[in-house]
């Protein structure tokens, strides 16, 4: 396994992500695909970015409102630039997230986003591109029900799974029988904890009042069993990207992904 780091952290202050992520040992990144576009007509310049600090592009970000049949071309063709510019860079991972608010899919809903990520898949193929769905909380996609229509609807296309260990803990999914169901299909993992204050919300029966972002904490900080789902993916072999991921810190940028870091190679004994 491979890890990595989301720049999100950092906001637009993706430059200072990169060299602290790199001052950390980090070999791999993922940025916002609005970032690597800037440079979408400056690929050596991009290239530069990363090369002069030993990091590898781990994947971007595609997406949309999957379910609705008029979104359809614009989410495929952004898809296919999305595309066109990982392999550019040499990358081979792109993370696919439903867009909210969450509309209840209907079952055609659902087949119109099968449909859809079909066509991104096929799109992405031409490329040599793994897309790789990312279940997300307030959409249409996020709880094991959702996920298992969607995977069972686009098995007969390259279509991956990119598992995210928040988002699908908080949306009640079973994160080891997930591994273990899928896992001819996982391609991509984002991973970082749940706050054990999202515990005390379930307790006292206030859903209304999920903040989702302050619910993610640093791995290792929160209430996610890490070394089980290290032993699971460890079991299937999966040899793909571990990226650290958290949209917001309580401290500093650093600081939180030092916290992950030594958590997964301190305590884990993942290699950087």
């Known amino acids: 396994m491979k890890l990595s780091c989301h720049l999100s952290t950092w906001g637009n202050e993706y430059i200072t992500g990169l060299d602290q992520v790199s001052a950390l040992g980090f070999h791999g990144c993922e940025v916002f695909t609005r970032m690597a576009f800037e440079y979408e007509d400056r690929i050596e310049d991009f290239r530069e970015l990363l090369d002069s600090r030993g990091m590898i ?12 049949q008029s979104f359809r071309r614009d989410i495929v063709n952004y898809c296919a630039r999305v595309a066109r510019f990982l392999a550019t860079v040499g990358s081979d991972r792109m993370i696919l997230s439903p867009t ?16 859809t990520l079909c ?13 790789c769905l990312h279940p997300h909380l307030q959409t249409d996609i996020q709880n094991e029900a959702e996920i298992e229509i969607i995977l069972e609807l ?27 169901r ?38 290792g900080a929160g209430i996610l069993d890490f070394p089980d789902l290290k032993q699971r993916l460890e079991a299937i072999q999966y040899d793909g990207w571990l990226t650290v991921e958290l949209n917001q810190s309580g401290i500093t940028p650093f600081e939180s992904t030092a916290i992950s870091r030594d958590y997964l190679v301190q305590k884990l004994g993942l290699r950087q």
């Open 57 to 68: 592009l781990s994947g971007l970000h595609g997406g949309g409102r999957f379910g609705e």
């Open 100 to 115: 909210g608010p969450r509309t209840n899919y209907t079952r055609e809903n659902f087949n119109v986003a099968a449909q």
């Open 119 to 131: 066509e991104v898949a096929d799109v992405c193929y031409e490329f040599g591109v793994v897309p």
């Open 154 to 180: 686009t098995a007969s296309h390259h279509l991956q799974l990119c598992i995210d260990t928040a988002h699908q803990a908080i949306a009640g999914v079973d994160l080891g029988q997930l591994i273990t």
């Open 182 to 219: 899928y896992q001819n299909r996982i391609g991509y993992l984002h991973v970082k904890d749940v706050s054990p204050s999202f515990v005390e919300l379930i307790r006292e029966d206030r859903p209304e009042n999920l903040p989702v972002n302050s619910l993610f904490c640093e791995v």
